[in-house]
Protein backbone atom coordinates (compact mmCIF):
# COMPACT_ATOMS: atom_id res chain seq x y z
CA UNK A 1 0.00 0.00 0.00
CA UNK A 2 2.91 2.40 1.09
CA UNK A 3 4.54 1.44 -2.58
CA UNK A 4 1.36 2.72 -4.29
CA UNK A 5 0.97 5.31 -2.03
CA UNK A 6 4.54 6.78 -3.36
CA UNK A 7 4.26 6.22 -7.23
CA UNK A 8 1.24 7.91 -6.85
CA UNK A 9 3.29 10.83 -5.30
CA UNK A 10 6.15 10.59 -7.76
CA UNK A 11 4.07 10.46 -10.95
CA UNK A 12 1.74 13.42 -9.75
CA UNK A 13 2.90 17.48 -10.86
CA UNK A 14 4.29 18.79 -7.83
CA UNK A 15 3.29 22.71 -7.30
CA UNK A 16 6.01 24.90 -6.04
CA UNK A 17 4.27 27.67 -4.46
CA UNK A 18 5.96 30.86 -4.00
CA UNK A 19 3.16 32.34 -1.35
CA UNK A 20 0.66 30.36 0.83
CA UNK A 21 -1.22 31.61 3.74
CA UNK A 22 -3.49 29.13 6.29
CA UNK A 23 -6.31 30.24 7.91
CA UNK A 24 -5.53 33.79 7.63
CA UNK A 25 -7.52 36.10 10.71
CA UNK A 26 -7.08 39.59 11.32
CA UNK A 27 -9.23 41.72 13.71
CA UNK A 28 -8.86 44.90 14.21
CA UNK A 29 -11.01 46.86 16.83
CA UNK A 30 -13.27 44.09 17.12
CA UNK A 31 -13.91 44.07 13.37
CA UNK A 32 -12.94 40.69 11.45
CA UNK A 33 -11.25 42.09 8.74
CA UNK A 34 -10.05 38.94 7.03
CA UNK A 35 -11.23 35.20 7.90
CA UNK A 36 -9.85 32.24 7.41
CA UNK A 37 -7.55 33.31 4.15
CA UNK A 38 -6.50 30.73 2.40
CA UNK A 39 -4.51 31.67 -1.08
CA UNK A 40 -2.09 29.39 -3.30
CA UNK A 41 0.04 31.65 -5.30
CA UNK A 42 2.40 29.58 -7.35
CA UNK A 43 5.79 30.40 -8.29
CA UNK A 44 6.58 32.30 -11.58
CA UNK A 45 2.40 33.13 -11.85
CA UNK A 46 0.87 36.19 -11.84
CA UNK A 47 -1.59 35.92 -9.26
CA UNK A 48 -4.59 38.54 -8.90
CA UNK A 49 -6.41 39.16 -5.46
CA UNK A 50 -9.86 40.88 -7.05
CA UNK A 51 -12.41 41.80 -4.65
CA UNK A 52 -14.15 45.22 -4.45
CA UNK A 53 -13.05 48.21 -2.55
CA UNK A 54 -13.11 47.42 1.36
CA UNK A 55 -13.22 43.91 0.90
CA UNK A 56 -10.04 43.33 2.90
CA UNK A 57 -7.47 42.83 0.01
CA UNK A 58 -4.97 45.78 1.16
CA UNK A 59 -5.04 44.26 4.40
CA UNK A 60 -4.05 41.02 3.20
CA UNK A 61 -1.09 42.64 1.66
CA UNK A 62 -0.17 44.29 4.79
CA UNK A 63 0.05 40.88 6.99
CA UNK A 64 2.21 39.22 3.97
CA UNK A 65 4.49 42.03 4.54
CA UNK A 66 4.15 42.58 7.83
CA UNK A 67 3.12 45.79 8.47
CA UNK A 68 0.24 43.79 10.11
CA UNK A 69 0.71 41.27 12.54
CA UNK A 70 -2.08 38.36 11.68
CA UNK A 71 -4.49 37.64 14.77
CA UNK A 72 -3.90 33.78 13.94
CA UNK A 73 -2.85 31.99 11.01
CA UNK A 74 -0.03 31.08 9.09
CA UNK A 75 1.94 32.63 5.87
CA UNK A 76 4.47 31.41 3.82
CA UNK A 77 7.18 32.69 1.46
CA UNK A 78 8.47 30.01 -0.57
CA UNK A 79 7.72 26.98 1.77
CA UNK A 80 8.93 28.73 4.88
CA UNK A 81 6.89 30.44 7.42
CA UNK A 82 7.33 33.88 7.88
CA UNK A 83 7.91 34.72 12.19
CA UNK A 84 7.68 37.67 12.58
CA UNK A 85 11.27 38.31 14.12
CA UNK A 86 12.87 37.63 10.85
CA UNK A 87 12.52 40.22 8.37
CA UNK A 88 15.28 38.65 5.98
CA UNK A 89 12.69 37.57 3.55
CA UNK A 90 11.55 41.52 3.06
CA UNK A 91 14.76 41.43 1.31
CA UNK A 92 13.32 39.27 -1.47
CA UNK A 93 9.71 40.70 -1.49
CA UNK A 94 9.14 44.24 -3.87
CA UNK A 95 6.03 45.89 -2.97
CA UNK A 96 3.54 49.08 -3.59
CA UNK A 97 1.43 48.88 -1.45
CA UNK A 98 -1.41 52.14 -0.91
CA UNK A 99 -0.14 54.78 -1.69
CA UNK A 100 3.94 55.01 -2.26
CA UNK A 101 5.67 57.24 0.31
CA UNK A 102 9.20 59.31 -1.39
CA UNK A 103 11.63 61.87 -0.55
CA UNK A 104 9.83 64.98 -1.99
CA UNK A 105 12.62 66.94 -2.18
CA UNK A 106 15.13 64.51 -3.86
CA UNK A 107 14.65 63.72 -7.46
CA UNK A 108 13.47 60.16 -8.87
CA UNK A 109 16.45 58.79 -9.24
CA UNK A 110 17.90 59.87 -5.19
CA UNK A 111 14.80 58.12 -4.51
CA UNK A 112 15.67 54.95 -5.77
CA UNK A 113 19.82 55.47 -4.87
CA UNK A 114 18.57 55.64 -1.39
CA UNK A 115 16.54 52.49 -1.79
CA UNK A 116 19.37 50.84 -3.15
CA UNK A 117 21.56 51.35 -0.44
CA UNK A 118 19.26 50.85 2.56
CA UNK A 119 18.56 47.43 0.69
CA UNK A 120 22.18 46.92 0.35
CA UNK A 121 21.93 45.90 -3.52
CA UNK A 122 25.09 45.72 -5.36
CA UNK A 123 23.98 45.56 -9.29
CA UNK A 124 25.41 48.84 -10.92
CA UNK A 125 22.91 49.11 -13.18
CA UNK A 126 19.66 48.55 -11.78
CA UNK A 127 18.80 51.95 -11.61
CA UNK A 128 19.21 52.20 -15.21
CA UNK A 129 17.21 49.11 -15.71
CA UNK A 130 14.14 50.19 -13.45
CA UNK A 131 13.71 53.41 -15.06
CA UNK A 132 13.52 52.04 -18.67
CA UNK A 133 11.37 49.27 -17.65
CA UNK A 134 8.76 51.91 -16.24
CA UNK A 135 9.96 54.67 -18.86
CA UNK A 136 10.68 57.46 -16.82
CA UNK A 137 13.57 58.47 -17.98
CA UNK A 138 12.55 62.17 -19.21
CA UNK A 139 11.15 62.41 -14.87
CA UNK A 140 14.44 60.74 -12.97
CA UNK A 141 15.95 63.76 -12.51
CA UNK A 142 12.81 66.04 -11.42
CA UNK A 143 11.94 65.96 -7.72
CA UNK A 144 9.02 63.94 -6.35
CA UNK A 145 7.15 67.08 -5.32
CA UNK A 146 6.48 67.73 -8.94
CA UNK A 147 5.24 64.47 -10.50
CA UNK A 148 1.79 63.75 -11.28
CA UNK A 149 0.26 61.02 -9.30
CA UNK A 150 0.28 58.74 -12.26
CA UNK A 151 4.37 59.30 -12.34
CA UNK A 152 4.52 58.78 -9.11
CA UNK A 153 2.33 55.69 -9.17
CA UNK A 154 5.59 54.19 -11.86
CA UNK A 155 8.04 55.56 -9.77
CA UNK A 156 6.28 53.45 -6.81
CA UNK A 157 6.78 50.29 -9.20
CA UNK A 158 10.10 50.78 -10.57
CA UNK A 159 11.22 51.07 -6.98
CA UNK A 160 9.64 47.46 -6.31
CA UNK A 161 11.07 45.91 -8.75
CA UNK A 162 14.43 47.68 -8.53
CA UNK A 163 16.20 44.50 -6.85
CA UNK A 164 14.32 41.77 -8.85
CA UNK A 165 12.65 40.67 -6.18
CA UNK A 166 11.65 36.78 -6.17
CA UNK A 167 8.01 38.21 -5.26
CA UNK A 168 6.25 41.58 -6.64
CA UNK A 169 3.51 42.85 -4.76
CA UNK A 170 1.04 45.48 -6.14
CA UNK A 171 -1.60 47.12 -4.31
CA UNK A 172 -3.96 48.39 -7.63
CA UNK A 173 -1.04 49.38 -9.59
CA UNK A 174 -3.05 51.21 -12.42
CA UNK A 175 -4.16 53.53 -10.11
CA UNK A 176 -4.00 56.90 -11.72
CA UNK A 177 -2.17 56.02 -14.86
CA UNK A 178 -4.14 57.11 -17.85
CA UNK A 179 -4.78 55.02 -20.68
CA UNK A 180 -1.13 54.44 -22.34
CA UNK A 181 0.30 54.25 -18.77
CA UNK A 182 -2.01 51.28 -18.05
CA UNK A 183 -1.09 49.29 -21.15
CA UNK A 184 2.57 49.96 -19.98
CA UNK A 185 2.61 48.56 -17.01
CA UNK A 186 0.88 45.71 -17.94
CA UNK A 187 3.11 44.82 -21.10
CA UNK A 188 5.71 44.90 -17.90
CA UNK A 189 4.59 42.97 -15.28
CA UNK A 190 3.93 40.47 -18.37
CA UNK A 191 7.89 40.76 -19.32
CA UNK A 192 9.00 40.72 -15.64
CA UNK A 193 7.32 37.52 -15.34
CA UNK A 194 8.10 35.64 -17.91
CA UNK A 195 12.18 36.92 -18.27
CA UNK A 196 13.02 36.67 -14.77
CA UNK A 197 10.34 34.55 -13.62
CA UNK A 198 9.34 36.86 -10.68
CA UNK A 199 5.99 35.95 -8.94
CA UNK A 200 3.78 38.56 -9.18
CA UNK A 201 0.87 39.14 -6.83
CA UNK A 202 -1.49 42.18 -7.40
CA UNK A 203 -4.68 43.58 -5.75
CA UNK A 204 -7.18 45.57 -7.94
CA UNK A 205 -11.27 46.09 -8.01
CA UNK A 206 -10.97 46.66 -11.95
CA UNK A 207 -11.88 43.44 -13.06
CA UNK A 208 -11.08 43.88 -16.77
CA UNK A 209 -7.11 44.36 -16.21
CA UNK A 210 -7.26 41.17 -13.76
CA UNK A 211 -8.64 39.45 -16.64
CA UNK A 212 -5.98 40.06 -18.84
CA UNK A 213 -3.15 40.25 -17.23
CA UNK A 214 -3.31 37.18 -14.40
CA UNK A 215 -3.02 33.48 -14.32
CA UNK A 216 -4.84 32.72 -11.08
CA UNK A 217 -7.67 34.76 -10.08
CA UNK A 218 -8.81 35.01 -6.41
CA UNK A 219 -12.04 36.16 -5.06
CA UNK A 220 -12.30 38.04 -1.85
CA UNK A 221 -15.21 39.78 -0.54
CA UNK A 222 -15.47 40.90 3.36
CA UNK A 223 -12.51 39.46 4.04
CA UNK A 224 -13.30 35.94 2.93
CA UNK A 225 -12.16 34.18 -0.16
CA UNK A 226 -14.95 33.17 -2.14
CA UNK A 227 -12.67 31.49 -5.17
CA UNK A 228 -9.28 30.91 -6.53
CA UNK A 229 -9.41 29.97 -9.75
CA UNK A 230 -7.04 29.78 -13.14
CA UNK A 231 -7.97 31.79 -15.98
CA UNK A 232 -8.66 28.85 -18.17
CA UNK A 233 -10.73 27.04 -15.66
CA UNK A 234 -12.78 30.19 -15.39
CA UNK A 235 -12.87 30.54 -19.66
CA UNK A 236 -14.02 26.53 -19.69
CA UNK A 237 -16.71 26.95 -17.02
CA UNK A 238 -18.21 29.86 -18.55
CA UNK A 239 -22.26 29.78 -19.40
CA UNK A 240 -23.51 30.63 -22.30
CA UNK A 241 -27.19 32.41 -21.56
CA UNK A 242 -29.63 34.41 -22.63
CA UNK A 243 -29.51 37.94 -22.06
CA UNK A 244 -32.62 39.76 -22.27
CA UNK A 245 -33.16 43.90 -21.79
CA UNK A 246 -36.32 44.83 -20.55
CA UNK A 247 -38.29 47.74 -19.45
CA UNK A 248 -39.19 46.47 -16.21
CA UNK A 249 -37.20 43.93 -14.59
CA UNK A 250 -39.37 43.14 -11.07
CA UNK A 251 -42.62 42.01 -13.41
CA UNK A 252 -40.21 40.34 -16.15
CA UNK A 253 -38.72 38.08 -12.45
CA UNK A 254 -42.18 37.17 -11.71
CA UNK A 255 -43.14 35.86 -15.19
CA UNK A 256 -40.17 34.07 -15.58
CA UNK A 257 -40.06 32.18 -12.48
CA UNK A 258 -44.32 32.21 -11.51
CA UNK A 259 -45.49 31.59 -15.21
CA UNK A 260 -42.46 29.63 -17.18
CA UNK A 261 -40.82 28.08 -14.45
CA UNK A 262 -37.12 29.36 -14.42
CA UNK A 263 -35.67 29.57 -11.71
CA UNK A 264 -31.86 29.38 -13.09
CA UNK A 265 -31.26 33.38 -13.70
CA UNK A 266 -29.63 36.16 -12.43
CA UNK A 267 -30.77 40.10 -12.22
CA UNK A 268 -27.97 43.09 -13.41
CA UNK A 269 -29.14 46.54 -12.49
CA UNK A 270 -32.37 47.76 -13.96
CA UNK A 271 -33.13 46.24 -17.10
CA UNK A 272 -30.97 42.84 -17.53
CA UNK A 273 -31.88 39.56 -16.79
CA UNK A 274 -29.76 36.69 -17.81
CA UNK A 275 -31.48 33.30 -18.04
CA UNK A 276 -28.94 30.09 -17.92
CA UNK A 277 -31.33 27.43 -18.91
CA UNK A 278 -33.70 26.78 -21.54
CA UNK A 279 -31.04 28.71 -24.05
CA UNK A 280 -33.45 27.09 -27.31
CA UNK A 281 -36.71 28.69 -26.09
CA UNK A 282 -35.21 32.53 -26.25
CA UNK A 283 -38.19 33.21 -28.65
CA UNK A 284 -41.29 31.69 -27.16
CA UNK A 285 -39.89 33.96 -23.59
CA UNK A 286 -39.19 37.13 -26.02
CA UNK A 287 -43.14 36.07 -26.67
CA UNK A 288 -44.37 35.68 -23.55
CA UNK A 289 -43.10 38.42 -21.85
CA UNK A 290 -44.38 40.72 -24.66
CA UNK A 291 -47.79 39.30 -24.25
CA UNK A 292 -47.38 40.14 -20.59
CA UNK A 293 -46.89 43.53 -21.31
CA UNK A 294 -43.27 43.70 -20.27
CA UNK A 295 -41.17 45.41 -23.38
CA UNK A 296 -38.42 43.08 -24.21
CA UNK A 297 -35.70 46.09 -25.70
CA UNK A 298 -32.93 43.13 -27.14
CA UNK A 299 -32.84 39.00 -26.85
CA UNK A 300 -29.05 37.57 -27.32
CA UNK A 301 -27.49 34.59 -26.46
CA UNK A 302 -24.26 35.49 -24.58
CA UNK A 303 -21.13 33.99 -23.15
CA UNK A 304 -20.45 34.83 -19.27
CA UNK A 305 -17.28 36.88 -18.42
CA UNK A 306 -15.19 37.00 -15.63
CA UNK A 307 -17.51 40.16 -14.86
CA UNK A 308 -20.91 38.27 -14.87
CA UNK A 309 -19.06 35.16 -12.89
CA UNK A 310 -17.36 38.15 -10.14
CA UNK A 311 -20.88 38.98 -9.72
CA UNK A 312 -22.55 35.52 -9.45
CA UNK A 313 -20.18 35.04 -6.96
CA UNK A 314 -20.46 37.87 -4.72
CA UNK A 315 -24.54 37.99 -4.82
CA UNK A 316 -24.43 33.94 -3.96
CA UNK A 317 -22.00 35.10 -0.52
CA UNK A 318 -24.67 37.62 0.38
CA UNK A 319 -27.45 35.30 0.14
CA UNK A 320 -26.00 32.53 2.67
Known amino acids: MIADLKILYDVGEKVEYALRTFNLYKKIKGNVIINDLNINVKKGEI ?19 NLLKPTSGVIEFFNEPIRNKNKEFLKKIGSVIEYPAFYENLTARENLQIHKTLMGYEEKNCIDDAIGMVKLKNFEGKLVSELSLGTKQKLGIARAILTKPDLLILDEPINSLDPL ?4 IRNLLGMISKKYGTTILIASHILSEI ?15 LEEIDYESIREKSRHSIELIVDDVNKASFLLSEKMNINNFLVFGLNKIKIYE ?3 DSGRINVFLCKNNVEVKSVNIKRDTLEEHFVSLIGESQNV
Open 278 to 280: RLN
Open 181 to 184: GIRD
Open 211 to 225: EQIADTIGIIHKGTL
Open 47 to 65: YGLLGQNGSGKTTTLKLIV
